[in-house]
Structure formats: structure tokens, C-alpha cells
């Protein structure tokens, strides 16, 4: 069975990118978020094997949405998403629970080496 992969980024087109590589590589992506809030509540429906974070977004942050599905399901496989330059919130993100980070823009080898390191 394909690995299901929620991916919730606040910019479309990095939805995109990421659903395409993914989705060409045998990943099932269960579903798409904009904004932390959305995140945590698409987890809960969907409980996917992986999420894919972006770390800024408006409403709630990425760091902040790692706490809320942590706090929901301890054992639940996330990877951050971030810019150059925001290393201080990755190991924030890392701290909260996060297994691995991904530095923007993506290249498809690192998405599917974080993504196969995490959930195989």
C-alpha cells in the first residue's frame, strides 16, 4: 500500500511541486493544508502516514502545528519544509517532534530521501 502524505504549505505552487514529485514516485498524497490550523485538523481525518510542513504560514505556524499533532498522536512522522536561512526554527521544529527538514527550493532527491528516511 502507498504511503499516505498530508503536505500544508501556505503558497499553492509548493503544494504542487511537492504533490508532484511525490505522487510520480508512488506517495499517496491524502490531502493538501494552507495554514497550521488546517493541518492539524486535516491529520485528524486523515491520520497520513507523513506530513510535509512548511515552517511560516499565517494562522498558525508550522512549529506550533507539530505541537498540536504531537500532542494529538505522540507517534505521528512529520518533516519540515523551510527557507535558507531559518535554521533557529528548524531546530525548534525538530525539538517539537519533527524527524527531518527539507530547505527550500526543494530538490526532488532530498523530498524523496527525507520522505523514505521517515516512513520508508
Known sequence: ???SVLIVDDAAFMRMMIKDIL????YDVAGEAENGLKAVDKYKELTPDLVLMDITMPEMNGIDAVKAIKGFDPAAKIVMCSAMGQQAMVIESI???????IVKPFQADRVLEAVRKVVG
Do not use: C, H, I, T
Not at 525539538?95 to 527538514?101: E, H, L, S, V
Open 1 to 3: 500500500m502507498a504511503k
Open 95 to 101: 525539538q517539537a517532534g519533527a524527524r527531518d527538514f
Open 23 to 26: 505522487s510520480k514516485n508512488g
